[in-house]
């Protein structure tokens, strides 16, 4: 289980910054509860807050107030190992992927494992392992730059999978792809909850997205959290302008 109590983020603006120097508040104190097992999202317009949001879980972005719980264990930036072995527990898969071009695939899924002093044979295992399941087994040998963006993007969810997580976290992992590999990507997100117990939150502005992977949703705006949306409960019931506007952009039913 994620919990978030009041956690904030803001940051000091330069004095001859456009707005004028103070503080930006990122995140203004949030406080969410995400049971383990479940498909959650952070949806909003762009600026809402929800990708700092989702990188305060695994303190990505050190809160400048709040705490964040996973399992009952307060995650602290000012205990490095403790806060190295909780993130071995919360995989991130990046909006641009993140790998690294002069590695294999194979060796950019193995490399959580190389950083945490996993035994070669070990190693070995689980990426041949992993690659199987994303069905990536036989690009095992090629670089990144021969891949296409669905399969970049399967690997970078492998290289999240490959210290066995309690936690995926997502952002806007479907940005650059299109509707069919998007498609595709979320029955894998999907097989990753169902299959494995994996806890998914989820980053996306894409309302049609959030809501054929995630049964509740988070909607930012400004830096806060304005309501909650659930998508296992029949029709959409928004209560504010902000998810109104969201889910008319999206083409999405209300009542």
Not at 14 to 35: D, Q
Not at 73 to 83: C, G, I, R, T
Not at 132 to 141: E, I, M, P, S, T
Not at 198 to 207: E, G, Q, R
Request: hydrophobic share 45%.
């Amino acid at each position: 289980m994620i919990r978030l109590e009041q956690v904030a983020k803001h940051y000091v603006l330069p004095p001859g910054s456009a707005a004028g120097g103070g503080l930006f508040h990122a995140v203004k104190p949030t406080s969410l509860t995400i049971a383990a097992g479940e498909r959650f999202g952070l949806i909003g317009f762009s600026g809402a807050g929800k990708s700092t949001l989702l990188r305060l879980i695994n303190l990505l972005e050190r809160p400048s107030s709040g705490s964040v719980w996973l399992d009952n264990q307060a995650l602290s930036a000012d205990d490095p190992a403790a806060l190295r072995a909780a993130r071995r527990q919360l995989g991130m898969v990046f909006q641009h992927f993140n790998l690294l071009n002069n590695r294999t695939v194979a060796g950019n899924v193995a490399l959580p494992l190389e950083l945490a002093g996993v035994d070669q044979a070990t190693v070995e295992a689980r990426v041949t392992e992993v690659l199987a399941w994303v069905g990536l087994a036989d690009k095992a040998q090629q670089y990144p730059a021969r891949l296409s963006g669905g399969q970049k993007l399967r690997v970078a969810i492998a290289r999240a999978l490959a210290p066995r997580p309690k936690v995926l976290l997502c952002d806007e992992p479907t940005s650059a792809l299109d509707p069919l590999t998007a498609g595709e990507v979320v029955d894998v997100l999907r097989r990753v909850n169902a299959e494995l117990g994996v806890t998914l939150v989820l980053v996306s502005h894409s309302i049609p997205l959030v809501r054929a992977l995630c049964t509740r949703a988070a909607v930012m705006d400004g830096g806060e959290v304005i309501e909650e949306l659930r998508f296992d409960a029949g029709e959409v019931e928004p209560r504010t302008e902000i998810a109104r506007r969201l889910l008319a952009a999206s083409g999405v039913a209300h009542v």
